[in-house]
């Protein structure tokens, strides 16, 4: 049998304020859409919009650090959903360009 791997790197901008909240298990997630443009194949631009979601001390830091319009950068894994329904599950975040408290300074 041959060995599989499947990643997703996304850049793009958040879409609204991340929701943290705790599973039942105790576990610390944190949700969020991802908006990313992309060519067609006719030239124009396109939109595809990617639910996210982050574990742990990552959904913490998520919660903290991003706002609506933030430019991140996510690396993680396809889970299909019902209904075919792509969702990221984050293993790393960047975050892309000023830190939020920065940008509420000036």
């Not at 006719?42 to 706002?67: C, H, I, M, P, S």
């Not at 993680?76 to 000023?98: C, D, S, T």
Request: net charge positive.
């Amino acid at each position: 049998m041959a060995s599989t791997y499947s990643e997703i790197l996304l850049v793009g901008r958040v879409t609204g304020k991340p929701e943290l909240w705790t599973a039942p298990n105790g576990t610390r997630l944190a949700n969020y859409w991802v908006a990313v443009d992309r060519l067609s194949r006719g030239g124009q631009k396109v939109t595809d919009y990617f639910q996210v979601t982050a574990k742990g001390g990552t959904a913490e830091a998520v919660a903290r650090q991003l706002d609506e319009g933030s430019l991140c950068l996510v690396r993680g894994y396809p889970n299909i959903q019902e209904h075919e329904k792509l969702q990221v599950e984050a293993v790393k975040v960047k975050f892309v360009g000023r830190h939020r408290d920065e940008a509420a300074e000036r």
